[in-house]
């Protein structure tokens, strides 16, 4: 019994430890924004829906919004290390940053951003 015992732990543990962790897009933010910060979020949120339906429905993937002057935005803002306006891609203890690609491509074009978020959430979500 002690045996069989022992064979159930090890096995909820090891499946514990291999499941796919959640997938979270983070936008952040300030409440003034230019047209291309905006593009930004608007693109990324919706290549994320695009992409991956059946994985939001699921939530094992999650974009998240963050305005940066709003009071209780501080504290996720520090979990993500986030300084100022950021594209995050986070998945357990990695953390991929995606700002610079955003800026670049999100308004002018939108199907390398595509590409971008693609090759990095691919990966985290098997």
């Not at 910060?37 to 949120?45: I, M, P």
């Not at 203890?93 to 939108?110: H, S, V």
Request: hydrophobic letters at 40%; proline letters at 2%; charged letters at 30%.
């Amino acid at each position: 019994m002690k045996r069989i015992f022992s064979i159930a732990i090890f096995v909820l543990l090891a499946t514990s430890m291999y499941a796919a962790s959640k997938v979270e897009v983070y936008y952040f933010h300030y409440t003034r924004r230019c047209v291309t910060c905006q593009a930004v979020e608007a693109e990324s949120q919706k290549i994320i829906s695009t992409l991956y339906p059946k994985e939001m429905k699921e939530g094992k993937i999650e974009f998240i919004g963050v305005n940066l002057d709003e009071k209780n935005s501080k504290t996720i803002a520090r979990k993500c290390k986030a300084e100022g306006q950021s594209l995050l891609v986070i998945s357990g203890n990695k953390r991929i940053d995606l700002t610079e690609e955003g800026f670049m491509y999100a308004k002018t074009k939108p199907e390398k951003l595509k590409a971008e978020l693609k090759k990095v959430i691919d990966p985290l979500l098997k």
